[in-house]
């Protein structure tokens, strides 16, 4: 492996586990972020709904269709399966379905959970990592995304959740993240008046108009300058179809202290991994989503 990176840090780049490992197994599952450390992620990533009674729960949608068998079980509510319109209770008894190329088994591995694959809570997603951190020696971080459109309930209960299950500072090697830039200034300041510093990141398109270099807030259409994310965040996440992520980008936001994370890396073999990873770790990415965290890990070690 190399030496150094080009990275903030000069460390390897981090390999997160993007909704678990949704390439194998149903995405925001135990069993899948099981099989993402167990692959050799260093950070998992749950994103984060609210349901109808105020509980967490680690889901990308807004509504159960794509990733659970609700429609076999409930009649629609307001015409939808919203989740904020169900109960956590009634999310309990919904099984997380596979989705793209992933299936319900994993070729030599057993999910320790004896549900793998339910609708976890944020808190069970912690306590998991906490139990293998406590029981392994290993700092997996967590990495979670309070889901637009922006609600101050979800990132209070987010932040709230992180401190009770003791994530509360950085060297923990978690972050927080979300699409309105408005909403990681929030966290970043309910984290602070908290004594908690988990790393906050905003999400967006890397973008420049010519002399400033910015992220793009897709929430209220507008960009925000890397010299003001850099007063509330510690990173950014930005998509690898963004038009200006090349090594002036990574300059800048390194120069301001602010590590660069991207989303989502998708390749399907070895060669094609060596290819996409490959060039952003050229470029010095701190950490990168992928819904194959095997290959990322195969990547980073290799390089
Ligand atoms: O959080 C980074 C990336 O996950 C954002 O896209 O839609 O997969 O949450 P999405
Ligand atoms: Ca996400």
Do not use: C
């Not at 069970?124 to 979670?144: M, Q, R």
């Not at 952003?280 to 990168?288: E, H, K, N, T």
């Amino acid at each position: 492996g190399a030496t150094a990176f080009n990275t903030l840090s000069g460390a390897a780049p981090q390999v997160i586990g993007h909704r678990g490992a949704p390439a194998y197994l149903p995405e925001h599952t135990l069993g899948g972020y099981e099989l993402a450390i167990a692959m050799g992620a260093d950070i998992v990533e749950p994103d984060v709904q609210l349901t109808s009674d105020g509980f967490l729960v680690a889901m990308h949608d807004t509504t159960l269709t794509r990733t659970t068998n609700v429609e076999a079980l409930f009649a629609p509510r307001n015409g939808t399966y919203n989740v904020s319109d169900f109960t956590l209770a009634e999310i309990k008894t919904l099984t997380v379905e596979p989705t793209g190329p992933a299936s319900t088994t994993y070729p030599g591995f057993t999910p320790s959970s004896p549900e793998p694959f339910m609708v976890p809570t944020l808190g069970e997603v912690l306590d998991f990592v906490n139990a293998h951190n406590a029981a392994t020696g290993d700092k997996i971080g967590v990495y979670p995304e309070s889901k637009v459109p922006n609600r101050s309930e979800l990132s209070v209960k987010i932040v709230e959740e992180l401190q009770a299950k003791g994530f509360v500072n950085r060297d923990q090697n978690s972050y927080i993240q979300t699409f309105s830039h408005d909403g990681a200034r929030e966290i970043y300041a309910l984290q602070n008046l908290l004594g908690m510093d988990n790393a906050v990141a905003a999400l967006g398109a890397a973008v420049f108009d010519g002399s400033v270099y910015g992220v793009f807030d897709f929430t209220n259409n507008t960009v925000t300058p890397l010299e003001e994310v850099a007063t509330f965040a510690h990173g950014v996440g930005v998509t690898l179809g963004s038009p200006n992520l090349d090594a002036g980008f990574f300059a800048a936001a390194h120069a301001l202290g602010l590590e660069v994370h991207g989303w989502t890396f998708r390749p399907t073999s070895i060669e094609a991994a060596e290819t996409l990873f490959g060039q952003y770790i050229a470029l010095g990415m701190d950490a990168m989503f992928t819904d194959y965290p095997d290959l990322g890990r195969q990547v980073v070690d290799g390089y």
